[in-house]
């Protein structure tokens, strides 16, 4: 059976007031001793009701005597470094879920802009289809990928270039490693299907101008409708 929510309100009924203090001041001054022995850092607790004649001290008086006055022989700034209201505490939280959801909101439009030009690869959909809102992030996900295509087939030319420099250049040795290059696979389909691969994105981000000019020329088109 799950706890029931606490409404965050004043209680108006007295009696459960009460026996809400209580209970609560038993938690607080139970993980002030937790907190105090598992961090080994000076607390005290200081809690003054209407239930009761006297200020309620933990652990006692002298050790919170020793407290207040290490906390005052402080600089002011050292004191107040890491104090917060009410209004700069919600400031500050405003302030960290805003950067969140701008986080979130990013990932997710970028994922979608990777789906779309997925599908545009396996001829499932047409950039022509595409609202206009969507072209430019559509076009800086195409540029992005465009950019990771080229910096892949630098990196393996350069191993290829270098894997060569360092063979010994007599007969017996580089002639089989001509073979072996011929022979292999591994290399050679990567970088194909690299410049396909970009050959692809040409075409998309040059659709995506085509699309950005027609849609231009139609709004000026209506504008000299209107006009006349």
Known sequence: MTRKKVKMAFIENETARKSTFKKRKRGVLKKAH?????CDVPICVIVNSAYES????????????KVVSQW?????MDQTKKMVNQESFLQQRITKATESWR??????????????????????TLVSRLPKSDLRDFGSVIEQHLKDVNR???????????????????????????EMRSSSSSVMPMIEMGSSSVGFHEKILEQ?????NMKNTNKDLDLNKKQW
């Open 208 to 212: 995506i101008q085509n699309t950005l």
């Open 103 to 124: 986080k979130a909101r990013r990932e997710n439009k970028e994922l979608e802009m990777k789906n779309i030009m997925f599908d545009c690869l396996s001829g499932k």
């Open 54 to 65: 006297n200020p309620e001290v933990w652990p006692s008086r002298e050790e919170a005597d």
């Open 72 to 76: 005052r022989m402080m600089s002011v």
């Open 152 to 178: 892949r087939m630098e990196i393996l030319k350069r191993n290829d270039d270098e894997s060569s420099s360092s063979l010994v250049p007599t007969t017996s040795s580089v002639m089989p490693m001509i």
């Open 34 to 38: 937790e907190l105090a022995t598992l």
